[in-house]
C-alpha cells in the first residue's frame, strides 16, 4: 500500500495542528526537543513526523529504526503542569492513547499494555513509547512524547518474528497511515490532559498484562542481576511492585521487565 506522508497530505489529515515533517532523521525526538526549547509559544500538541528514521532512540537507549512507509513515527510535545514525580504519567497517557486508538481494530483481547511503555498485541510489541523532559536549571520545561507504533514492518525471517508484529499483520488488511496519525494524536492530547485524574491509573491498570504474571526484572544499576518476581500492583506514580519468592516486596522505577510464558 502506498500512502507516504508528504507535507500536504499531513496539513489535510492533522488541519490546524502545528507538525514539522521529514522524509528521513535520525531521531524526530531530538528535532521536537529542539524545536521546542527554541519556540516557547509552541503549542501543546505540536509533533515531529518522519516517513524515515534511521538512529531512532527506545527505552534504555535501543535503536528504534523503520524503514520508509512502515510505521508512524512521531514526537509529540507537551507542557505538562505536574511535578517531576508524576512525568511516568505521560508514558502512562501515551499507552492508553495507543490503546484506545487500535482497540476498536482489535479483536478483544488481543490488545494489552506492559510496563513500562510497551504496546503488545497476541503477545508481541506493535508500538513502543518514550518519553523525555527537558529542564531549564531545575524547573521542568516541555516533554516529548515519542511514539514508534508498527504499521506494516515485515518481520518474517528475522530475529524478532517472534516478539515484535505489525498492525497489518494482525488485522490482515491495509491501514491508513494518516486517519490512524490523526485518531491517535487526538487521543495523545486527551489522554495527557488527564494526568492528575485518578482514573488515568485505574484504566492503565486494567490494560497491563504485567500485574499477576511471573517476571523477570533486569535492573539498570550497573552489575545489578536479574531477579524472578510476581508482578503485584502499580502506584499512582506509575512504578512497579513485585514479590520476590522469600516474600519480600519491592518498588521498581527503573528496569526492565519480561514477562514470563502464560
Known amino acids: 500500500m502506498t500512502d507516504r506522508f508528504s507535507t500536504e497530505s499531513l496539513r489535510r489529515a492533522l488541519g490546524a495542528r502545528p507538525f514539522r515533517f521529514y522524509e528521513r532523521v535520525e531521531s524526530t525526538q531530538d528535532i521536537a526537543r529542539e524545536w521546542a526549547?527554541?519556540?516557547?509559544?509552541?503549542?501543546?500538541?505540536?509533533?515531529?513526523?518522519?516517513?524515515e528514521q534511521i538512529a531512532g532512540r527506545?527505552?534504555?537507549?535501543?535503536?528504534?529504526?523503520?524503514?520508509?512507509?512502515?510505521?508512524?513515527?512521531?514526537?509529540?510535545?507537551?507542557?505538562?503542569h505536574v511535578v517531576p514525580e508524576r512525568?511516568?504519567?505521560?508514558?502512562?497517557?501515551?499507552?492508553?492513547?495507543?490503546a484506545r486508538t487500535l482497540a476498536p481494530l482489535l479483536p478483544e483481547g488481543a490488545l494489552a499494555l506492559k510496563w513500562p511503555n510497551d504496546v503488545?498485541?497476541?503477545?508481541?510489541?506493535?508500538?513502543?513509547?518514550?518519553?523525555?523532559?527537558?529542564?531549564?536549571?531545575?524547573q521542568l520545561g516541555p516533554v516529548i512524547l515519542g511514539i514508534g507504533l508498527n504499521v506494516r514492518v515485515d518481520f518474517a525471517g528475522t530475529d524478532l518474528a517472534g516478539v515484535a508484529t505489525s498492525l497489518e499483520a494482525e488485522l490482515g488488511r491495509p491501514v491508513d497511515r494518516h486517519a490512524l496519525l490523526a485518531n491517535l494524536l487526538g487521543?495523545?492530547?486527551?489522554?495527557?490532559?488527564?494526568?492528575?485524574?485518578?482514573?488515568l491509573i485505574d484504566e492503565w491498570r486494567r490494560w497491563l498484562r504485567t500485574l499477576g504474571r511471573r517476571v523477570t526484572v533486569y535492573p539498570q544499576a550497573e552489575g545489578a542481576e536479574p531477579y524472578s518476581a510476581t508482578a503485584e500492583d502499580v502506584d499512582d506514580t506509575g512504578a512497579l511492585f513485585v514479590r520476590l519468592d522469600t516474600g519480600e516486596r519491592r518498588r521498581i522505577v527503573a528496569a526492565d521487565v519480561g514477562l514470563a510464558e502464560a
Open 37 to 51: 526549547m527554541s519556540d516557547p509559544a509552541l503549542p501543546n500538541g505540536a509533533v515531529v513526523i518522519a516517513e
Open 58 to 80: 527506545g527505552r534504555g537507549g535501543r535503536a528504534w529504526i523503520a524503514p520508509p512507509g512502515s510505521s508512524l513515527m512521531c514526537s509529540v510535545v507537551l507542557h505538562p
Open 87 to 98: 512525568l511516568p504519567r505521560l508514558t502512562i497517557a501515551g499507552g492508553l492513547a495507543v
Open 120 to 138: 503488545l498485541v497476541n503477545g508481541r510489541k506493535l508500538c513502543g513509547i518514550l518519553t523525555e523532559a527537558t529542564w531549564t536549571g531545575d
Open 187 to 199: 487521543h495523545v492530547y486527551r489522554q495527557a490532559a488527564r494526568i492528575h485524574e485518578p482514573a
